[in-house]
């Protein structure tokens, strides 16, 4: 059975905050995190919610890669309150912190009704405000724990890109690649569907058209916006299809050398392009063409689609090669086996639309280095 599914009320625009003032709700509870609160941010989400009547409780001690702890003491937090509603205000941490939150204090007690999950995210990236995966992290076994189910979902995602606009540029550029490689692993990955494509296609032409505007400029609201959306779009592509290899390899590199998620998927995208396009170059053709490059045949199509990957990477200042990264080629090379293991342990592995062995893993990190 082929299927999509998207439960996800999607507000956005200028006055996309106002949908906080028509919810019914007793108690609201708050997750972010500290720096949400210095810029006032916070203060925001609370205004809205003053103008409804809604009380509010807010929990700002997410941190990134937030812990089993901090869900557990703001499960009990959220328990205690009797909240009715969460909003995750914030990046991937806080949004994944307050799904993990109303996933366990529902679980926790059968008269807990389910609370009302809203997501704002505060960077084009993740897609985390439409997908079903919360990862927390045991800190006491060193091991991150990925929950997937469909009551993850949040039940209203709102994108207001005035909350993105004060991101560095760094930031803004390794987070719009994250965006990139969900969308074009969305589209290749076995699992696509005629749904999920055109999700991942508009979130493709979205990153290409407003990335290099939002990196460059800003205060660009228009490009701002476009990549939230962007963003979006992905999200809901990838939550039906999964992804692939170069986010098996990012999850690696991110647990082995601790490179950041995004920065680590737009070095190695343009390299699994390569590994992939013997079995779908055809879907890399697709995409070089809807961005009028160059693609008369598959393989200028899937050329023309690398060397744009490449240098969008260039321009924002993103290195070619894994080497590039701060990691001394010692400590990588002793760790290629574990890597090429992990990288076939890894659930993104299965939307891989070429089944790689453990030495084309091997092969393929080499070449990245
Ligand atoms: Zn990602």
């Known amino acids: 059975m082929t299927q999509f599914y998207g439960k996800t009320k999607i507000c956005y625009g200028e006055d996309a905050m106002d949908a906080l003032e028509h919810l019914a709700a007793r108690q609201a509870f708050i997750v972010t995190d500290q720096f949400m609160v210095t810029t006032g941010f916070v203060d925001r ?3 809205h919610l003053d103008r409804n009547g809604v009380p509010h409780v807010v929990f700002a001690d997410v941190e990134s890669d937030p ?3 901090t ?20 990046g991937g941490s806080p949004i994944d912190a307050a799904k993990a939150i109303a996933y366990f204090a529902h679980k926790a007690s059968d008269d807990v009704v389910k609370p009302t999950l809203v997501a704002i995210p505060t960077t084009s990236g993740t897609g985390s405000e439409v997908t079903d995966i919360s990862v927390v992290t045991d800190k006491e076994k060193e091991i991150k724990i990925p929950i997937s189910d469909e009551s993850l979902i949040p039940d209203i995602a709102i994108l207001d890109a005035r909350f993105t606009r004060t991101l560095p540029p760094a930031v803004t550029a390794a987070t719009g690649m994250d965006v990139l490689t969900h969308a074009i692993e969305a589209y290749t990955s076995r699992e696509a569907n005629a749904f999920t494509s055109i999700y991942a296609r508009y979130a493709i032409r979205y990153v290409f058209e407003y990335l290099l505007r939002a990196f460059r400029n800003g205060d660009d609201m ?6 939230l959306l962007g963003s979006c779009m992905a999200g809901m592509a990838f939550n039906n299809s999964g992804l692939g290899i170069t986010h098996s390899i990012a999850h690696s590199l991110g647990g082995i050398f601790h490179v950041p998620h995004g920065l680590a998927n737009a070095v190695i995208l343009p390299h699994v392009i390569r590994f992939n396009s013997f079995d779908v170059g055809i879907r890399y053709q697709e995409i070089a063409q809807m961005l009028s490059l160059p693609a008369s045949t598959v393989e200028e199509g899937t050329a023309s689609l690398i060397q744009a990957v490449v240098d969008m990477n260039d321009t924002m200042g993103i290195p070619h090669r894994v080497g590039a990264l701060r990691i001394e080629e010692k400590n990588f090379k002793s760790h290629l086996d574990a890597m090429a293991h992990n990288v076939l342990e890894d659930i993104c592995t299965e939307g891989n639309p070429r089944r790689p062995s453990h030495s084309d893993i091997l092969e393929l990190l080499q070449k990245a280095w």
């Not at 009990?76 to 969460?86: P, Q, V």
């Not at 228009?222 to 990549?227: I, L, V, Y």
């Open 67 to 69: 812990s089993l702890e």
């Open 222 to 227: 228009e490009a701002r916006e476009h990549m």
């Open 71 to 90: 869900v557990t003491t703001g499960a009990k937090l959220f328990l205690k309150h009797k909240a009715d509603l969460i909003i995750a205000l914030g």
């Open 45 to 47: 989400v609370k205004s």
